[in-house]
């Protein structure tokens, strides 16, 4: 499996040990996975995403077998198609895009290019609900959660657009997946890393009703435990230990 989830660098909000790709690369060792679509934190928060995108590509330089590079676009910055075409050109394997950092409702037009361009280009866009729980939030994250309009909202956008959506929990997804017809729902890709498990078995409970094929293996390190997921798969009950869900690698070009 590969993580569709995981990052480096610093948090802005609370210190994280170890954040390096020389360490991200041991934990995807230990925990037997194929590889990481590696985004660079910091990001999320600066207006221009080009020097983040520039420290992500150089910091994952020695370790391209195992991290892959998923940068930044934003989609209201100049020249951003040139942007996309030359992070694609240069190995990105998904684009990551955070909507509520930037002010963007729903169904803002530049959101939208950005979902179709990367339709175009064969690349999934990456989305994220959350970072840290609203109640560990710091009082200057002021961004709230992804909504359930917002992925909607690109999920309708064309038929070669491809979402992964990371940190939802149940609510949300069955809100997203029930709103979408058929051919909207299959462009709609969800990590598990923030569902429960037991006792809740929210887990379980979205195998059956979504389908484990919607759902792909996101760790969110270093900002959670990347055993997280892990257990989630090994609590599953006895008639679902076999199930197979996605694999990231298959969404790539």
């Known amino acids: 499996m590969l993580d569709c989830a995981a990052y480096i660098g610093q948090y802005p909000f609370r ?85 509520m950092q930037w002010g963007m409702a729903p169904h803002d037009a530049t959101l939208l290019a950005l979902a179709l361009a990367c339709g175009e280009l064969g690349v999934p866009l990456v989305l994220t609900v959350r970072f840290e729980d609203l109640r560990q939030r710091h009082p200057l994250d002021v961004a709230g959660d992804l909504t359930a309009a917002h992925v909607r909202a690109l999920g309708r956008a064309g038929e070669r657009v491809k979402l992964v959506i990371t940190g939802a929990g149940r609510e949300l997804i069955e809100e997203v997946h029930w709103g979408l017809t058929p051919e909207e729902q299959r462009r709609v890709f969800w990590d598990f890393a923030w569902i429960w ?55 790539e070009r």
């Open 15 to 99: 210190h994280l040990p170890h954040p390096e790709p020389d360490v991200l690369v041991r934990v995807i060792e230990r925990e037997d996975l194929s590889g990481a679509w590696v985004g660079y934190l910091p990001s999320a928060w600066h207006r221009d995403p080009a020097a983040g995108n520039d420290a992500l590509f150089a910091a994952l330089a020695p370790y391209r077998q195992v991290l892959q590079p998923a940068p930044v676009v934003r989609p209201d910055w100049p020249l951003w198609e040139r942007t996309l075409r030359d992070l694609v050109e240069e190995g990105a394997a998904a684009i990551r895009a955070y909507p």
């Open 197 to 251: 498990g037991p006792p809740e078995d929210h887990f379980a409970h979205l195998l059956r009703s979504v389908g484990a094929e919607r759902f792909l293996y996101g760790t969110h390190w270093p900002l959670r435990l990347a055993q997280n997921p892990r257990a989630n798969l090994d609590l599953l009950p006895e008639d679902l230990r076999a199930t197979a869900i996605s694999d990231a690698r298959s969404l």
